[in-house]
């Protein structure tokens, strides 16, 4: 079932945009994008509500609005269409098991997100079976996180960010600064390779998963490698969310402190909200400011990074170029404009009315393509590959700059939120 990979037609994070920008065009222009519902606390909810005829058109027709994405998608980068559609399909439906697995009330109170089951599910299915070449061909994790954060975009109004009188973006660039710079310096104390030290780096210090695939994108990096660095992260976020919310109430922390602490340090937004919620309502609103901080700095890390990796990496072995704007443009990550100009399109032209209509919708896609991104994941990463080009450093660095994170992150939240 081979088929020869073509040329493209338009580089992958112009298609991004592109695909990007339509779906919230759509949105924008009346196109009623359903909420599916995957709560449910025993089999007789399970029938009810979510495998009810309602629900499961739901469902269906949030198919119908990404499936001619994700096969559009293939067409204008090259890759084959005809075996993009059967895995496409069973990438969803996969997904559609995870996501009912974590609307179970047990795993909703454990706070564990979709993303980890589809992780899980891909990853017991990609190395407990041998998928064939082709079908492990077609995966496109990557381009379904990109779209993901095109959407994600949308979320992030600058109003909302400056209501804590600017303190979320202070903290955030405080925190950004410090933590990237330590996990740099001891990645190389401890010689992890050079696209490792950058993802890792910005995963710990910005907004994990987002950050690491901006960064990806930003040097061209090694699939493979941005795999083992969205497993640390997502691995980590779940003891995270659960004890960091225990130890501060053990400790009594002010919950305005609480929620810069958790926002600045936990790497995934899902986690954030579901930490800053068994601490109260201010923590929430303070933890997802701190986060919406962080986000918005993404397209700057980015850009930063790009440039910074132009500069040192010469094409020619053992020289020193100056690199050009052109270079420069060449390796910047293309899909940050989309995720740039969504947040800008709905900070600054799309009314709050308009906004409270698609909002809901809009957040539905994007969580669901971050869960086909993450299913895809696993079905591409074998454990075996991982352990053999990866060693040990890679992850003691991820962990200890963890820890430094967590520490000066709640330094500062008391400097800035604790009077």
Same mark, same amino acid.
């Given at each position: 079932?081979m088929?020869?990979?073509?040329?493209?037609?338009?580089?992958?994070?112009?298609?991004?945009?592109?695909?990007?920008?339509?779906?919230?065009?759509?949105?924008l #222009?009346?196109?009623?994008?359903?909420?599916?519902?995957y #709560?449910?606390?025993?089999?007789?909810e399970?029938?009810?509500?979510?495998?009810?005829?309602?629900?499961?058109?739901?469902?269906?027709?949030?198919?119908?609005?990404?499936?001619?994405?994700?096969?559009?998608?293939?067409?204008? @980068?090259?890759?084959?269409? *005809?075996?993009?559609?059967?895995?496409?399909? !069973?990438?969803?439906?996969?997904?559609?098991?995870?996501?009912?697995?974590?609307?179970?009330?047990?795993?909703?109170?454990?706070?564990?997100e979709? =993303?980890?089951?589809?992780?899980?599910?891909?990853?017991?299915i990609?190395?407990?079976?041998?998928?064939?070449?082709?079908?492990?061909?077609?995966?496109?994790?990557?381009l379904?996180?990109?779209?993901?954060?095109?959407?994600?975009?949308c $979320?992030?109004?600058?109003?909302?960010?400056?209501k %804590?009188?600017?303190?979320?973006?202070?903290?955030?660039? =405080?925190?950004?600064?410090?933590v990237?710079?330590?996990?740099?310096?001891?990645?190389r104390?401890?010689?992890?390779?050079?696209?490792?030290?950058?993802?890792?780096?910005?995963?710990?210090?910005?907004?994990?998963?987002?950050?690491?695939?901006?960064? $990806?994108?930003?040097?061209?990096?090694? #699939?493979?490698?941005?795999?083992?660095?969205?497993?640390?992260?997502?691995?980590?976020?779940?003891?995270?969310?659960?004890?960091?919310? !225990?130890?501060?109430?053990?400790f009594?922390?002010?919950?305005?402190?609480?929620?810069?602490?958790?926002?600045?340090?936990?790497?995934?937004?899902?986690?954030?909200?579901?930490?800053?919620?068994?601490?109260?309502?201010?923590?929430?609103k303070?933890? @997802?400011?701190?986060?919406?901080s962080q986000?918005?700095?993404?397209?700057? %890390?980015?850009f930063a990074?790009?440039?910074?990796?132009?500069y040192?990496?010469?094409? %020619?072995?053992?020289?020193?170029?100056?690199?050009?704007?052109?270079?420069?443009?060449?390796?910047?990550?293309?899909?940050?404009?989309?995720?740039?100009?969504?947040?800008?399109?709905?900070?600054?032209?799309?009314?709050?009315?308009?906004?409270?209509?698609? *909002?809901?919708?809009?957040?539905?896609?994007?969580?669901?393509?971050?869960?086909?991104?993450?299913?895809?994941?696993?079905?591409?990463?074998?454990?075996?590959?991982?352990?053999r080009?990866?060693s040990?450093?890679?992850?003691?660095?991820?962990?200890?700059?963890?820890?430094?994170n967590?520490?000066?992150?709640?330094?500062?939240?008391?400097?800035l939120?604790?009077?």
């Amino acid at each position: 079932m081979m088929e020869k990979t073509k040329q493209p037609l338009m580089q992958e994070d112009w298609a991004i945009v592109m695909l990007g920008g339509a779906l919230i065009a759509l949105a924008l #222009s009346g196109l009623i994008i359903p909420v599916p519902a995957y #709560s449910w606390n025993n089999g007789t909810e399970l029938t009810t509500s979510v495998f009810s005829a309602g629900n499961l058109l739901a469902i269906g027709t949030q198919l119908l609005i990404v499936f001619p994405v994700a096969v559009l998608a293939a067409w204008l @980068t090259g890759k084959p269409v *005809k075996t993009t559609i059967p895995v496409f399909i !069973v990438v969803f439906v996969i997904t559609q098991l995870a996501l009912v697995l974590a609307g179970n009330k047990v795993m909703k109170d454990l706070n564990l997100e979709a =993303v980890i089951f589809s992780l899980a599910l891909g990853l017991i299915i990609g190395n407990c079976f041998k998928l064939p070449e082709w079908f492990r061909e077609v995966l496109n994790a990557e381009l379904y996180v990109k779209i993901g954060l095109v959407l994600l975009g949308c $979320s992030v109004i600058f109003s909302d960010v400056m209501k %804590a009188g600017g303190l979320g973006l202070v903290q955030a660039l =405080v925190v950004v600064l410090s933590v990237w710079y330590f996990a740099f310096w001891l990645c190389r104390k401890l010689k992890v390779d050079d696209d490792l030290t950058m993802m890792i780096s910005s995963a710990v210090s910005i907004c994990g998963v987002s950050a690491a695939i901006a960064t $990806s994108g930003a040097i061209k990096g090694d #699939s493979k490698k941005l795999s083992y660095v969205i497993s640390m992260v997502l691995v980590t976020a779940v003891p995270m969310m659960i004890f960091m919310p !225990v130890i501060a109430n053990y400790f009594n922390f002010p919950e305005q402190v609480t929620g810069a602490w958790l926002g600045g340090s936990i790497d995934t937004s899902g986690a954030v909200v579901a930490s800053g919620s068994l601490v109260g309502e201010e923590a929430l609103k303070i933890s @997802t400011i701190v986060k919406f901080s962080q986000n918005v700095l993404l397209g700057l %890390a980015a850009f930063a990074i790009s440039v910074y990796w132009t500069y040192s990496k010469s094409p %020619a072995a053992g020289k020193q170029e100056k690199p050009t704007l052109g270079v420069i443009w060449q390796r910047f990550p293309k899909f940050i404009l989309g995720f740039m100009g969504a947040s800008l399109l709905f900070s600054f032209m799309v009314t709050p009315e308009t906004n409270a209509a698609v *909002k809901n919708g809009l957040k539905s896609l994007q969580g669901l393509w971050f869960a086909l991104a993450f299913t895809s994941i696993g079905l591409e990463t074998r454990f075996a590959d991982l352990f053999r080009n990866n060693s040990r450093k890679p992850l003691w660095a991820f962990l200890i700059a963890q820890l430094f994170n967590v520490l000066i992150t709640l330094v500062i939240a008391y400097l800035l939120f604790g009077r």
